[in-house]
Every structure is written in structure tokens, then in C-alpha cells.
């Protein structure tokens, strides 16, 4: 080998579309993951609030409300927050390494990315008011099913934005741990029931915090 090619910096393994959509902590994670996936959680609370979305749980979406400009992102963040201090307290139970925390941090926050896709398909004003009338349907005691097919496909969207983020949490966990296998899965899905319950337990306090100083409003009961 030349000095020249000896020399020079590795080349990165270029990435298929599969692990772009699938996996991208190939490419990105610690730091770079965690300023991406932030920024991404911030424009996902923005373009929520437009769309009427709160995300009030770790799985949670739920279109048709008022909503602040600012809450859907204290959610996002909430959201991610409580599930990054399970995973790194799960993480130092159950791994024979230190995991470093801006890994799971940043790994976890990138994750979040499919639910911007989920509040963007919301956005437009024939599914907001779908949204609305449904809401407003259920708040009187009526079943009233969404008309027309823009709220229909905005479901589909969702209903796979969900299964994705869930996936590429899951594939975040199983990287910064180093968990395979039965054990590994039953561990995550422990987490997500754990993350569901806590991440609604603090964003409620909050929440009902707020609401009682008339500052957050349209909040789902």
C-alpha cells in the first residue's frame, strides 16, 4: 500500500434507501443524532400546534384540538426526555459497557422523525375540520365517522408514521444497549408500557398545571 493510500481517511459505507428509512443511526448518532433529531421534535411541535395535534404520550397522536403554539413542542420534548432517562437507567442495569447518554439521547430524539410526517398530513384544512367535527362529535356523546377520503389516508399515514417511530426506537435501544434477541424485545416493550404511563403521568401535571392558569387550552381529556 502507497503512502498516499495509506494516508487517506476511510471511506463511509455508503447507506441504502432501507437503512436511511429503517436504520439511520449507521450513519448518525451521539451528538449530530441528537441536534438533528431535536430540531426535527421542535418543527414537529410547530407544525402540530397548525394542525390542531396534541401529542400528550409517548405513542399518543391526537388530532381535532385547539392548540398553543408552544405545547405540542413541551410534549415532543417531554416525550422524548422521560423514555431517553428509562432507556439509560434500564441501560445500566442490563449492559456490561457504559452507555454513553447523549448515544441514547441522540438516537431516541432522532427516532421521533415519523410523527412530523403524521401532524403534516393533518395540516391541510379539509382534515382539520374532519378532525374537528369528530372531536366535537365525541365531546357530545355522538359516533360520527370522518367523511370523505383526505381523513382516511391521513389515518393510514399515521397509523405507519406509528409503526415506523416505534421500529426506530426500537432499533435505537437495541444499538446503544447491545440487546438482541427475545430478551431484548420483551425488555423494549416493557419500556414503551413503562414510557406510556410516565410520559402521560408528567405531561398531565403539566398540563393541568397550565390549563388552571388559563395558558394551555383545547387540552384532551
Not at 9 to 23: G, K, T, V, Y
Not at 118 to 124: D, E, F, M, T
Given at each position: 500500500?502507497?503512502?498516499?493510500?495509506?494516508?487517506?481517511?476511510?471511506?463511509?459505507?455508503?447507506?441504502?434507501?432501507?437503512?436511511?428509512?429503517?436504520?439511520?443511526?449507521?450513519?448518525?448518532?451521539?451528538?449530530?443524532?441528537l441536534g438533528i433529531g431535536l430540531t426535527i421534535i421542535v418543527a414537529t411541535g410547530l407544525v402540530a400546534a397548525a394542525a390542531g395535534?396534541?401529542?400528550?404520550?409517548?405513542?399518543?397522536?391526537?388530532?381535532?384540538?385547539?392548540?398553543?403554539?408552544?405545547v405540542p413542542v413541551v410534549e415532543g420534548l417531554v416525550n422524548w426526555s422521560v423514555f431517553t432517562v428509562l432507556v439509560w437507567a434500564v441501560s445500566l442495569l442490563i449492559t456490561g459497557r457504559t452507555v454513553r447518554l447523549v448515544d441514547i439521547a441522540g438516537t431516541q430524539a432522532l427516532s421521533r422523525h415519523p410523527i412530523l410526517l403524521?401532524?403534516?398530513?393533518?395540516?391541510?384544512p379539509g382534515v382539520r375540520r374532519a378532525h374537528e367535527e369528530t372531536v366535537a362529535a365525541m365531546a357530545e356523546g355522538r359516533l360520527a365517522l370522518p367523511?370523505?377520503?383526505?381523513?382516511?389516508?391521513?389515518?393510514?399515514?399515521?397509523?405507519?408514521?406509528?409503526?415506523?417511530?416505534?421500529?426506530?426506537?426500537?432499533k435505537a435501544f437495541s444499538l446503544c444497549c447491545n440487546q438482541r434477541g427475545a430478551r431484548a424485545v420483551t425488555i423494549f416493550a416493557a419500556l414503551i408500557l413503562v414510557?406510556?404511563?410516565a410520559t402521560k403521568y408528567a405531561l398531565g401535571r403539566v398540563l393541568q398545571g397550565l390549563a388552571a392558569t388559563g395558558l394551555a387550552v383545547g387540552i384532551p381529556g
Open positions: 500500500m502507497s503512502q498516499a493510500m495509506a494516508g487517506r481517511p476511510p471511506r463511509r459505507q455508503e447507506m441504502s434507501i432501507a437503512q436511511w428509512l429503517f436504520n439511520p443511526f449507521v450513519r448518525f448518532a451521539g451528538a449530530p443524532a395535534v396534541h401529542l400528550d404520550g409517548l405513542l399518543d397522536f391526537h388530532p381535532g384540538y385547539t392548540v398553543p403554539l408552544w403524521s401532524a403534516l398530513v393533518c395540516a391541510p367523511q370523505g377520503w383526505e381523513p382516511v389516508v391521513a389515518a393510514l399515514v399515521i397509523a405507519a408514521c406509528l409503526f415506523w417511530m416505534v421500529w426506530l426506537m426500537w414510557g406510556e404511563v
